[in-house]
């Protein structure tokens, strides 16, 4: 095969490998910010956290919440919900970054199949930044 188009192929699997690997990052932040609270199931996002928040500010203590399954929940202890949520957001976005940062300094294919979710080490990393 001519040079220029092998090299062509190698440069066109390591962009469609560094995509699916950026798709792959994104999948686990999703799951990682799903939050199971009073047998419902709540994403961790934004808006949700700041929902939640408003609804304590205005001093509620528990209030009815529609999951990520459109099922109404109960929650008895709106205190304690947005403590799991900012947590479970907060760690899912800070491995994201992480990761992210690890697939963008990969300039080849092996060092991006080499990819490894976060370590203790890395959030440390992270968190002294």
Known sequence: MDERL??????????QTLHIQKQNL?????NQRTVLFN????????????????????????SIMIDSKE???K???LKDFLDKLIDANF???NEYFVANEKVKRSRNMK?????????????????QA
């Open 111 to 127: 060092a991006l199949l080499e990819w490894e979710p976060a370590t203790d080490d890395d959030k440390e990393e992270t968190e």
């Open 75 to 77: 929650i008895t202890d």
């Open 6 to 15: 092998s090299r062509a192929l190698q440069f066109s699997n390591y962009r």
């Open 39 to 62: 047998n419902g199931m709540f994403i961790a996002d934004p808006s949700t956290i700041a929902f939640v928040k408003t609804l304590i500010d205005q001093g509620y203590e528990e």
């Open 71 to 73: 099922v109404p929940v």
């Open 91 to 93: 760690k899912a976005t």
């Open 26 to 30: 994104m999948q686990r932040m999703r």
